[in-house]
């Protein structure tokens, strides 16, 4: 074995071995199925085992695979009894989150995350400034940025920054089916608080002769480029839907540094986040 398993990862394999399909684990997971199929064979590449016989009709489990998975339902289904009982009378869980995170990803999911643990409470606060931990009574937040995020805070990267350039097709057809990013000269650049763009002005020159559309927050510049008022430099992550719904088109990205979203929250909430809030939002961040 190469590494421990994830908790996600198991609990794709729990249903596709209960399914035998991939297709119908996605579909109770709420993922694709090409993500549940993806995570499967890297399970399997970690275990050094192989669980699953791939065949036209669906799946059949090895030898392995049954042995595996008869030992780790009854794991499953003690770590979800734990958590129940972990929350049984509890107060709800306090996240704070940016608007543009809130909007563009997390509310869209939320109802998966109540049909996934129905016992707990969230309690979402939307707003630009960093939560105070031991004033403002915030359990996590999830916040873009690098670590260190404070004196006895733990932190989880969530996933990478992913900058983009990404304007919608109407927009990109009125420019001729191209747009010359050694020029923005003549294109008008939605911005936000962050001013994303300024960090690229030596690749992505002309800025300061273009048009400037300015908006409080990054859900506000991603929605004036969907309705095709101009470009926006912004995360892929919070324009997914807006993607996968071919409302924007991508015309450039950047690596990603040390930036990512990050998972922020204090000592005392460790099993809070290691059995609930990790595993459901690396499921949802894998699809």
């Not at 892929?236 to 998972?263: I, K, M, P």
């Amino acid at each position: 074995m190469t590494r421990q398993p994830r908790l996600d990862s198991l609990r794709m394999f729990d249903a596709a071995a209960r399914h035998l399909n991939f297709r119908r684990a996605a579909e109770e997971l709420t993922l694709t199925q090409s993500a549940v199929a993806q995570r499967v064979r890297q399970l399997e590449d970690d275990l050094g085992v192989a669980l699953f016989v791939r065949q036209a009709r669906g799946l059949v489990l090895t030898r392995k695979g049954q042995q595996y998975h008869r030992r780790l339902k009854p794991a499953l289904a003690m770590i979800d009894e734990a958590t129940r009982q972990l929350f049984a009378g509890a107060g709800p869980l306090k996240i704070s989150v940016t608007p543009s995170f809130a909007s563009k990803w997390l509310l869209p999911r939320l109802p998966l995350f109540r049909d996934t643990y129905p016992e707990v409470n969230l309690e979402l606060e939307a707003s630009e400034r960093l939560a105070d931990f031991f004033v403002d009574g915030v359990d996590f937040a999830i916040r873009m940025g690098r670590p260190p995020f404070g004196e006895g805070l733990q932190h989880h990267r969530l996933a990478g920054i992913g900058l983009c350039a990404l304007c919608s097709p109407d927009y990109l057809a009125r420019q001729g089916g191209t747009i010359d990013l050694t020029d923005l000269s003549t294109q008008t650049l939605c911005s936000d608080v962050h001013r994303l763009w300024g960090r690229f002005a030596d690749r992505l020159p002309g800025q300061q002769e273009a048009r400037q559309l300015r908006f409080s927050h990054t859900s506000l510049a991603i929605d004036a480029a969907v309705s095709s008022q101009g470009l926006v430099l912004a995360p892929r992550l919070l324009a997914t839907a807006h993607l996968e719904r071919s409302e924007l088109v991508e015309l450039c990205a950047f690596d990603d540094d040390q930036q990512g979203f990050y998972l922020v929250y204090p000592d005392s909430r460790q099993r809070e986040a290691s059995e609930v809030l990790l595993p459901w939002l690396s499921t949802q961040l894998a699809s």
